[in-house]
């Protein structure tokens, strides 16, 4: 490694974040990172339904609710 490797400081991974609420019973059931990955908060916390995301507490329909930007996943929420 070089001198000017060293210097050059890298590009921090910016994960674009929306939280998947339940519409009947308000359980966080998970996220959607980067409008692509969802990723439930506990196993079986989303189902997918017709394509559409459904609670897997109750199965009722989730709904986006907050948003942001994080640098990591420890971040999110």
Do not use: H, K
Request: charged share 30%.
């Amino acid at each position: 490694m070089t001198l000017r490797e060293v210097e050059e400081p890298r590009e921090r991974v910016r994960i674009a974040w929306l939280e998947l609420s339940c519409l009947a019973c308000g359980e966080v059931a998970g996220y959607i990172e980067d409008d692509r990955l969802v990723r439930p908060v506990y196993p079986g916390g989303i189902r997918l339904e017709r394509g559409r995301p459904r609670c897997g507490r109750c199965n009722a329909l989730l709904f986006g609710g907050q948003r942001g930007v994080a640098l990591s996943r420890q971040d999110i929420g």
